[in-house]
């Protein structure tokens, strides 16, 4: 079971940039799919994007498509969200995740391993 540590997480005007990264414990993160989930207040919590653990193949939510980017830096066992033009429904509790069972997982139930979160608030 590999640690998450996530940060970056603040307040941003509309149409503002944020960076999120989510450092990961131990020589085996490279084992691991990656992914970013958000969860708004009221509501349940919901996917934003992955990075698969051999080939880098990502994948995004309709909502942040072109405007979020996820990354992955293996030698610094580190994972980015690069979130651009933000709006105000982008405001959630942001968390990251591993995946030790699924090359490509696009649902909650495929990650195994969860940070704490990182409160991102956008204000219009």
């Known amino acids: 079971q590999v640690q998450l540590v996530e940060s970056g997480g603040g307040l941003a005007q509309a149409g503002g940039s944020l960076r999120l990264s989510c450092a990961a414990s131990?020589?085996?993160?490279?084992?691991?799919?990656m992914g970013w989930f958000r969860q708004a207040p009221g509501k349940e919590r919901e996917f934003v994007a992955l990075?698969?653990?051999?080939?880098?193949?990502?994948y995004y939510a309709d909502s942040v498509k072109g405007r979020f980017t996820i990354s992955r830096d293996n030698a610094k066992n580190t994972i980015y969200l690069q979130m651009n033009t933000l709006k105000p429904e982008d405001t959630a509790v942001y968390y990251c995740?591993?995946?030790?069972?699924?090359?490509?997982?696009?649902?909650?139930?495929?990650?195994?391993?969860w940070g704490q979160g990182t409160q991102v608030t956008v204000s219009s």
């Open positions: 990075i698969a653990q051999i080939d880098g193949r990502t």
């Open positions: 131990g020589r085996t993160f490279s084992r691991y799919a």
């Open positions: 995740a591993a995946s030790s069972i699924s090359y490509y997982p696009i649902s909650t139930g495929e990650y195994d391993c």
